[in-house]
């Protein structure tokens, strides 16, 4: 049986996006079968790392109960597959479709949690993928909790950013502990020189486990050359020796434990 | 011979029935016991949708209960009481209670209540 994974975080920008595609093609080149699910309503961003619009149908519609899954996911497997498949789900990036989402009321998000709870037979059953990826909107936006409750294993990615840290303290006691959601921390953007030893390495560790009183999966350093590449291709796809896409492959082995 | 077998068939049915009555009982009487517990009282006016804000809002308690029948659809207390590893009699009593709050809906079929979250039109 696969596994949901959910990237969340407290914060805006944190880097869920980024970590999800490149978390995703890591499955993939590990020859596991992936797809990837933009469920971030408000500022859609998938359809532009994948350049697709094969879609005949977005997310939107399948929560909107007017299709089903399959019509919504694309086959990227021939620009993107390693060994294993890889699919992607996007959200509607048009003005006025970001607009709607924002205007559904409580009785259709009850409705959307049920469609995405489902997603759990559809995709992880009989379409038989080992990982389902959902990237969310950051904070307690109605989407991202449904992605949460949705998901097997959360991931919170955080900076060292003091009001990051505090949010993300609060979402953990009123928000994953409630769901009791096997939950584990991404510190994401983390100055190389405070990685530089393997004795401050240790140090750090300690000290954010303490202080966020969940795991700390792994500590991703801060890469030029990531932002450098500006989002114009999948990363760890290209750049195969780099210390991001080796700290990505470290990831998705803990992940596979956790 | 034939006899002994229908006294027999009729003492199982008998019984059957007994059983059936007890366990209608002992739901109401769970119920009784969650308002009493909860102070909760029904408000027939507002049927209310279970979305992840209520799902936060409600006791822990009843909140494992809610998202088991969230993630099961439709289920007994026995297909809940699997999932949440908790005894049979106190997930009726959350889920009769849930029912009471507005948030479930419950129904009858044959010898079985059915618990579910409003369905699609
Ligand atoms: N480890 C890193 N090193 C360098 N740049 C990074 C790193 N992680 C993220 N970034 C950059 O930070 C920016 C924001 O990342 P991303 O869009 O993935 O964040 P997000 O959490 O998805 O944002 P939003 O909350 O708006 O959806 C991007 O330009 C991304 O390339
Ligand atoms: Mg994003």
Same mark, same amino acid.
């Given at each position: ?43 859609p ?6 350049? &697709?619009?094969?879609?005949? +149908?977005? !997310?939107? @519609? ?6 089903? $899954?399959?019509?919504?996911? *694309? ?9 294993g ?39 992880l059953?009989d379409?038989?993928?080992d ?36 949010? &993300?303290?609060?979402?953990? +006691?009123? !928000?994953? @502990? ?6 584990? $921390?991404?510190?994401?953007? *983390? ?9 401050e ?7 954010f ?35 991001f ?8 082995t ?5 | ?23 209608r ?13 909860h ?83």
């Amino acid at each position: 049986m696969g596994k949901i994974i959910a990237l969340h975080s407290y914060k805006g920008g944190t880097g869920k996006t980024l970590l999800s595609v490149n978390l995703a093609a890591t499955y993939v080149k590990k020859g596991k079968n992936v797809c990837l699910l933009d469920l971030d309503f408000r500022a859609p961003s998938l359809h532009a790392v994948f350049k &697709t619009n094969n879609s005949e +149908r977005w !997310l939107n @519609d399948y929560l909107n109960g007017v299709c089903e $899954i399959d019509k919504v996911l *694309v086959d990227v497997t021939q620009e993107h597959g390693r060994s294993g498949k890889f699919f992607v789900g996007l959200a509607n990036p048009a003005t006025e479709a970001i607009r709607e989402m924002s205007a559904k009321d409580r009785k259709w998000e009850m409705r959307a949690l049920g469609r995405l709870l489902s997603l759990k037979t559809s995709l992880l059953n009989d379409m038989h993928h080992d990982y389902v990826i959902l990237d969310t909107s950051p904070g307690l936006q109605y989407s991202s909790i449904n992605a949460i409750v949705s998901a097997d294993v959360v991931l919170v990615v955080t900076s060292l950013d003091a009001s990051d840290i505090k949010g &993300t303290q609060r979402m953990t +006691r009123e !928000l994953y @502990d409630l769901f009791d959601k096997k939950t584990g $921390i991404l510190m994401n953007k *983390v100055l190389p020189e405070i990685l530089s030893s393997k004795k401050e390495k240790q140090k750090f560790y300690k000290h954010f486990n303490s202080v966020h009183k969940l795991p700390i999966l792994e500590a991703i350093p801060c890469f030029c050359d990531v932002l450098r590449a500006g989002g114009t291709y999948i990363f760890s796809e290209e750049k195969t020796e780099h210390p991001f896409t080796k700290t990505l492959d470290k990831l998705a082995t803990k992940i596979e434990e956790f | 011979m034939a006899v002994y077998k229908k006294l027999e068939v009729k003492s199982t049915q008998l019984l059957e029935k007994i059983k059936d009555s007890l366990e209608r009982l002992n739901e109401k009487i769970d119920v009784m016991i969650e308002i009493q517990k909860h102070g909760q009282r029904a408000n027939p006016e507002i049927p209310d949708a279970l979305d992840v804000m209520t799902l936060l809002s409600l006791p822990d308690h009843l909140r494992k209960t809610a998202v088991t029948l969230c993630k099961l659809g439709e289920a007994t207390a026995d297909n809940v009481a699997e999932q949440t590893k908790r005894a049979r009699a106190v997930e009726s009593g959350y889920l009769n209670q849930l029912v009471i709050m507005g948030y479930l809906k419950k129904e009858r079929r044959g010898r079985k209540a059915y618990f579910y979250v409003e369905k699609e039109a």
